[in-house]
């Protein structure tokens, strides 16, 4: 459970850095980055593992680059939940769903 909280609050911190360090990304502040790391979190748990299953034959396909596609998309929902959390436009999005997919990712290895 701590690794969890852990988790959530290093991811909210990763956030809140790419959307200061990349244009087109504007987040009030670190409890709004917090609260999409845990929306996007819960998003990524259920939408994003139907999407994931339904499209295995794409994944398979395009070796794996399929996925960024969705994360983009789930994060672009994200973004449409928030007031306080905006994307200008696909692009940054899908530059911001690749970074804040890694950092997610080594997270989970180091936690």
């Known amino acids: 459970m701590i690794e969890l909280i852990l988790h959530l609050l290093l991811l909210g911190l990763v956030i809140f850095f790419i ?30 593992t139907i999407f994931k299953i339904l499209s295995i034959p794409l994944i398979v396909l ?7 596609v969705i994360n983009t998309f789930l994060l672009w929902l994200t973004d ?6 905006e994307i200008e436009d696909m692009g940054t999005t899908f530059i911001a769903a690749v970074l804040i997919t890694i950092a997610d990712s080594l997270l989970g290895w180091i936690l």
């Open 19 to 48: 959307a200061e360090r990349l244009p087109g990304i504007y987040v009030r502040d670190y409890g709004t980055a917090l609260g999409v790391a845990v929306v996007y979190g819960l998003i990524n748990i259920t939408l994003g």
């Open 62 to 68: 395009t070796l794996g680059l399929f996925l960024l």
């Open 80 to 85: 449409q939940l928030f007031d306080d959390f």
